[in-house]
């Protein structure tokens, strides 16, 4: 008798522009055969994991995700409006360009988005409904996107509740999880009294918040998945939208999984 084998899941991360290295690590786990059987993200992970769960074609994913810079700044360009900087129509609108009207049941790979809501403050969990709605909330990062507004809920970022859904793909039913955490943490040695602006001070302090909690919500994780990403700020998200391609992040996501990919393969 053939032996059945292990669910994989895959939990994609927080974590903006940086989430370009979800695309080399996705890239290394096909280039290795290794099947997909679950799918859950958060904020920029939401993208990823919905893109792909919808239409399970790479070079999609790819396209979208690493390039239409152009369209990508028009849709950060709207009227300041209550409760964020940015409105998030144009964002909606360039998300239904891709996912349209299609929900998550029509999805070829099980797929959950993670978004919070601020009147309750936990965790809000989309496997049905319209994808567009479910990663515009996703992403909806406070105090620059608005809040959207959805079923007497006021949901944001889900970075702020489960950076790393590990324990969602699990859930689902994943026998193997493989977690990518966009916030590894780097220490900060040329942080010293010199440098103690405020920008730097608030900067530090939310980044050591960010890594704190991923690395809490990705306990389950049985393989972890962290790529090497140094002196990432602003200047990022400036060449990002100046239309550099930022190829080495997708390289570093590739580089990670596949220090790990000997493990995931012991494990299936």
Not at 83 to 92: F, M, N, S, V
Not at 125 to 154: D, E
């Amino acid at each position: 008798m053939q032996k059945s084998r292990k669910k994989i899941g895959i939990a994609f991360g927080s974590g903006g522009v940086r989430g370009l290295a979800h695309i080399g690590a996705l890239r290394c786990l096909l280039d290795n055969n290794i099947p997909i059987d679950y799918l859950a993200g958060t904020s920029v992970g939401a993208w990823v994991a919905s893109l792909y769960g919808l239409h399970q074609d790479f070079a999609q994913v790819e396209m979208a995700t690493v390039g239409y810079q152009k369209e990508k700044m028009r849709a950060m360009i709207e009227p300041t409006v209550k409760g964020g900087l940015i409105k998030g129509k144009k964002i909606e609108a360039f998300l239904q360009q891709w996912f349209g009207n299609t929900i998550f049941e029509n999805t070829k790979i099980p797929t959950t988005v993670v978004a919070a809501d601020l009147v309750s403050g936990k965790e809000v969990l989309f496997a049905t409904g319209p994808i567009t709605t479910a990663v515009r909330a996703s992403m909806a990062i406070p105090f620059i996107f608005a809040p959207v507004h959805y079923q007497n809920m006021i949901l944001v970022d889900g970075g702020i509740v489960n950076p790393v859904p590990d324990d969602v793909v699990r859930k689902m039913g994943a026998d193997v999880v493989i977690a990518i955490n966009l916030d590894r943490f780097t220490d900060a040695e040329d942080f010293s009294t010199k440098k103690l602006s405020l920008r730097n001070v608030a900067g530090r302090s939310y980044f050591i918040a960010r890594h704190t909690l991923a690395a809490q919500s990705q306990i389950t994780a049985d393989v972890i998945i962290e790529p090497h990403m140094t002196s990432l700020g602003f200047k990022v998200w400036k060449e990002y939208f100046g239309k550099k391609k930022l190829y080495p992040l997708v390289t570093a996501g590739y580089k990670a999984m596949n220090e790990k990919i000997d493990i995931i393969k012991n494990l299936i």
